[in-house]
T-cell receptor, first 112, second 112 residues
Framework: QKEVEQDPGPLSVPEGAIVSLNCTYS??????FMWYRQYSRKGPELLMY??SSGNKEDGRFTAQVDKSSKYISLFIRDSQPSDSATYLC????????????WGLGTSLAVNP | NAGVTQTPKFQVLKTGQSMTLQCAQD?????MYWYRQDPGMGLRLIYY???????DKGEVPNGYNVSRLNKREFSLRLESAAPSQTSVYFC???????????FGPGTRLTVT
């Protein structure tokens, strides 16, 4: 079993829909949780991060962490065609270990 | 501010040939990383360097060598390329205490 599980999709939604993307993990030591967005033929870029549990909101994007269930989510409200990309979750523990553990990524298409 | 740059963008090699992928960052980051990304396998860490003069193996180091030339530059060498090394290679960097890795645009390598 991989440390981080993420359904690769693809996920296809109409413009304006609410999108829910999820990852589960097995390592209870993870403290930092990130969502990266990767457009086709580009490098990943950080979209949001959360430390420990809770919610974080940035515009149309909300990141949630439920450490008791070992489950993280990214919600996209009023989705736009420009949101079409692959979304990767990543996480790491506390301390000096800089290595991130990555999900496989979920491919999202928002159709106009 | 260029961020993370990678050269070349594309490369085709024959089996057994060697090449070096170059990466440079201008953000004064101590940590640098080399990943490969393959369909269905996600991002996999090849090598990383926590600071100038240090390198450590990641998840898939076999067939690769790295050099941390100075704080800015981190190169990846394939001594004898194999078809299994056909992939997209990403370089990334991060500051010491942070979670965020900044990625370059990638190098698309095909080994025939």
């Amino acid at each position: 079993q991989k440390e981080v599980e993420q359904d690769p999709g693809p996920l296809s939604v109409p413009e304006g829909a609410i999108v829910s993307l999820n990852c589960t993990y097995s390592n209870s030591a993870f403290q930092y949780f990130m969502w990266y967005r990767q457009y086709s033929r580009k490098g990943p870029e950080l979209l949001m991060y959360t430390y420990s549990s809770g919610n974080k909101e940035d515009g149309r994007f909300t990141a949630q962490v439920d450490k008791s269930s070992k489950y993280i989510s990214l919600f996209i409200r009023d989705s736009q065609p420009s949101d079409s990309a692959t979304y990767l979750c990543a996480m790491r523990g506390a301390g000096n270990n800089r290595k991130l553990i990555w999900g496989l990524g979920t491919s999202l298409a928002v159709n106009p | 501010n260029a961020g993370v740059t990678q050269t070349p963008k594309f490369q085709v090699l024959k089996t057994g040939q060697s090449m070096t992928l170059q990466c440079a960052q201008d953000m004064n980051h101590n940590s640098m990383y080399w990943y490969r990304q393959d369909p269905g396998m996600g991002l996999r860490l090849i090598y990383y360097s926590a600071s100038e003069g240090t390198t450590d193996k990641g998840e898939v180091p076999n067939g690769y060598n790295v050099s941390r030339l100075n704080k800015r530059e981190f190169s990846l060498r394939l001594e004898s390329a194999a078809p299994s090394q056909t992939s997209v290679y990403f370089c990334a960097s991060s500051a010491d205490s942070l979670y965020e890795q900044y990625f370059g645009p990638g190098t698309r390598l095909t080994v025939t």
